[in-house]
Nanobody, 123 residues
Framework: QVQLVESGGGLVQAGGSLRLSCTAS????????IGWFRQSPGKERAFVAA????????QYADSIKGRFTISRHNDVNTVYLQMNNLTPEDTAVYYC????????????????WGQGTQVTVSS
């Protein structure tokens, strides 16, 4: 069992930046692929980015490539999502998850989730 807690969301103007954190309070954090997803009202939860266990392998959604960077620091059980050049279309609740088995981009393969953190980008 892995317990995940997201933080770092907030209100920012278009063009601004935020850094989200996903911290595990228990479990073998370093053994899990960690992914970030986001969900806007009326839409399905969508893949944003994911990072492998230890080799630093990453995967990004096309919509955020070049603007967002995912990184992990296993010594502090934390994965970060640095978000730059934000637009109103990035407004959503952002969730981090720990992957069970399966493709990194499919939410239904993630075994554990945090409670989410709201990101709002004003124009």
């Amino acid at each position: 069992q892995v317990q995940l807690v997201e933080s770092g969301g907030g209100l920012v103007q278009a063009g601004g930046s935020l850094r989200l954190s996903c911290t595990a309070s228990s479990g073998f954090f370093s053994a899990y692929v960690i992914g970030w997803f986001r969900q806007s009202p009326g839409k399905e939860r969508a893949f944003v980015a994911a990072i492998g266990t230890s080799d630093g392998g990453t995967q990004y959604a096309d919509s955020i490539k070049g603007r967002f960077t995912i990184s992990r620091h296993n010594d502090v059980n934390t994965v970060y999502l640095q978000m730059n050049n934000l637009t109103p279309e990035d407004t959503a609740v952002y969730y981090c998850g720990a992957l069970g088995v399966g493709p990194w981009t499919r939410q239904y393969d993630y075994a554990f989730w945090g409670q989410g953190t709201q990101v709002t980008v004003s124009s």
